[in-house]
């Protein structure tokens, strides 16, 4: 493996500069070494080899199937979201380093766009890999939660819109985004990791299949002896989500739509308070017991009164938590968090680019974005350091992961001439050392059992 021998480009400016493309010698993505080395440390990429059957027949097979996975998910976590990239990033001394194997042998490469594409296409969009891969997130979770055990749980589930072209299967016009999309159903817990995620029809309702999505993690979380709470916006005001939660002994705060016998129940409060409008808003809160048809929970009402607006904003809450109202709207308010780290998905690493034909194929690459997603916040919350701890995944994206290096190569070591920029060696140093920090210990073998 090299590169085709070129003439060298110039430039007008200056006549002693020459340029030359070096795809295999050079790499714009050395930081994806510190994410390998979470990788590693947390066992994430192994543990998904081992729950995903290889359906591939014969034995001429260049790459096995964690590489395979490895360079689906690195690749995406890099910001190329297209199977098309494949074509370039096989010969990527970075890539081809942290997908192992075969591909980091001297003149090897990694899996070409044909490669990647089958084994996306045809392999991993299986059902049973795909329900594998759907389960995935949540086992490397809980991997996490080996190192650094939970005190309390907190689940935010939300709806969002990814924009379709063409005859793409399962896309449908949807009117609350007013675009041909899919409609995605997305949980996550309070420290922005990705619990689960589905792909839906664009017409689907925003809580249609709550349960297909909820019900795995509340089963994985049931033995944990510890605080649970959820939230979610009006969509989710269901009297069988209520009860389900109540059941698991969730506490929740879930939005609930006004009506004419809640709006009754504050219409003390509805009269513009006496006096000059002061510049703050006027905010008053109200906690009373709401009877429905078929239900009966307490709802928490919160009105603000604003300088210059003729009607006060009102918002409802159902819940069951034993707070002070104002707290409730507080805990309710932290959901907005949630609408965030979408939006940080959907920037950087690009889980919107769904471009395939079929619905399962999407569904299969929505999977792997939330596993791209994934790895890059757990090495955000868990490994930065204090001064850049505040860096959203597109800032590591951007100062992070693309971090150009010369790789050379000896008789026994690799080496990668890193560019100092944005991140110095120490700062690369510290995160490295907080990963190691993270490796559980072998077990102590006792001299009897020796």
């Not at 899919?182 to 809580?207: I, K, V």
Request: hydrophobic share 40%; net charge positive.
């Amino acid at each position: 493996m090299g590169d085709a021998k070129q003439d060298d480009l110039r430039v007008g400016f200056d006549s002693r500069l020459k340029l030359k493309f070096l795809g295999s010698q050079i790499t714009t993505d050395a930081g994806l070494l510190a994410y390998r080395e979470l990788d590693e440390t947390l066992d994430l990429t192994a543990l998904g080899a081992e729950s995903l059957q290889d359906s591939r027949l014969g034995r001429n097979k260049q790459h096995g199937l964690l590489a395979l996975l490895r360079q689906s998910i690195y690749s995406r976590l890099a910001g190329y979201e297209d199977v098309n990239d494949a074509e370039r990033l096989c010969v990527d001394p970075a890539m081809r380093y942290v997908v192992g194997g075969r591909a980091a042998l001297p003149e090897k490469q990694a899996a070409s766009n044909s490669e990647v594409g089958r084994c996306e296409t045809e392999m991993l969009s299986e059902r049973r890999n795909l329900t594998a891969l759907m389960n995935l997130s949540g086992q490397w979770i809980d991997q996490v939660h080996q190192r650094q055990p939970l005190k309390q749980l907190i689940l935010d589930l939300d709806s969002s819109v990814s924009e379709t072209y063409g005859r793409q299967q399962g896309t449908a016009y949807n009117g609350h985004f007013k675009c041909l999309c899919y409609h995605p159903l997305f949980l996550f817990n309070q420290f922005g990791d990705l619990e689960y995620a589905m792909l839906r029809r664009g017409n689907n309702a925003s809580a249609k299949f709550w349960r297909r999505v909820l019900l795995p993690v509340i089963e994985r979380y049931r033995c944990n002896d510890i605080p649970k709470f959820f939230r979610g916006d009006a969509a989710f005001a269901n009297p069988a989500l209520y009860r389900l939660l109540e059941k698991e002994g969730y506490r929740y705060a879930i939005r609930i739509k006004s009506n004419a016998v809640l709006e009754r129940e504050i219409e003390h409060l509805l009269t513009r308070p006496v006096g000059r409008p002061s510049h703050k808003p006027k905010v008053f809160y109200h906690s009373f017991q709401y009877q429905a048809k078929s239900w009966a929970r307490r709802v928490v009402a919160k009105i603000e009164w604003h300088a210059g607006e003729l009607f006060p904003r009102v918002g409802f809450i159902v819940t069951n938590l034993n707070k002070h109202s104002k707290n409730v709207v507080k805990f309710y308010n932290g959901r907005g968090t949630a609408e965030q780290w979408i939006k940080e998905g959907k920037n950087a690493v690009k889980w919107t680019k769904l471009s395939c034909r079929t619905f399962k194929d999407n569904q299969t690459r929505l999977q792997l974005f939330a596993l791209a997603y994934n790895l890059g916040n757990f090495l955000r919350r868990l490994a930065l350091p204090k001064p850049v701890r505040h860096w959203s995944l597109t800032t590591l994206r951007e100062k992070l992961i693309k971090i150009g290096a010369k790789v050379t190569r000896h008789a026994k070591y690799v080496t990668f001439q890193l560019a100092e920029v944005a991140v110095t060696r120490n700062l690369f140093a510290a995160i490295l050392d907080r990963i190691a920090r993270l490796a559980i210990p072998p077990p102590l073998v006792t001299r009897h059992e020796a």
